[in-house]
T-cell receptor, first 117, second 115 residues
């Protein structure tokens, strides 16, 4: 049973460029969340997607956008890259039962390490 | 306000000994969940243990146990019989409420197990 798959694993971009990161959730999971982890810090929540809509958003600018597809996979897009966007980007999938609001059981991918030069 | 506080940037332990990693949290929501994750140098967040705010007993998962003191708002991770492979970064995280699934992480503790 495949866990969370993220691609690419590493990426180098130039300041001002745009980047797209991809995430395939664990089988049976329908919710995808994205986190940014700067070097030496804990992950920070960017946003969460469920039923192809953004459900929650952290304190990140509009340069960060996302999408969820009908097969639950997700993309994170970052426009106008800044040097400060260099980080490990983690995708986490989970499940949310309809009729119940509890969400439990988060599986993380290995992340995409983005370097902006 | 910091919601998850891990006050130990680094910890050292001898192989086969037990170690406690500290975590305190802050929330006004009566329903929440507390998680511990291990992050090796490869970057993947590996789930270790979970404690719900209404759980009556402290959670245990193999060599991992969670010392949950609700009144003190602490959720310390205890690793028994440390192994060399336990050397990694450890994060405490909290999910508030029963709806939504945002996790708030602490800054982490770097654990080094010495032979």
């Amino acid at each position: 049973d495949a866990g969370v798959t993220q691609s690419p694993t590493h990426l180098i971009k130039t300041r001002g460029q745009q980047v797209t990161l991809r995430c395939s959730p664990k089988s049976g999971h329908d919710t995808v969340s994205w986190y940014q982890q700067a070097l030496g810090q804990g992950p920070q929540f960017i946003f969460q997607y469920y039923e192809e809509e953004e459900r929650q958003r952290g304190n990140f600018p509009d340069r960060f956008s996302g999408h969820q597809f009908p097969n639950y996979s997700s993309e994170l897009n970052v426009n106008a890259l800044l040097l400060g966007d260099s980080a490990l980007y983690l995708c986490a999938s989970s499940w949310r039962l309809k009729g119940r609001r509890r969400a439990y059981g988060y599986t993380f991918g290995s992340g995409t390490r983005l370097t902006v030069v | 306000a910091q919601k998850i506080t891990q006050t130990q940037p680094g910890m050292f332990v001898q192989e086969k000994e037990a170690v406690t990693l500290d975590c305190t949290y802050d929330t006004s929501d009566p329903s929440y969940g507390l998680f511990w994750y291990k992050q090796p140098s490869s970057g993947e967040m590996i789930f270790l243990i979970y404690q719900g705010s209404y759980d009556q007993q402290n959670a245990t998962e193999g060599r991992y146990s969670l010392n949950f003191q609700k009144a003190r708002k602490s959720a310390n991770l205890v690793i028994s019989a440390s192994q060399l492979g336990d050397s990694a970064m450890y994060f405490c995280a909290m999910r508030e409420g029963t709806s939504g699934s945002r996790l708030t992480f602490g800054e982490g503790t770097q654990l080094t197990v010495n032979p």
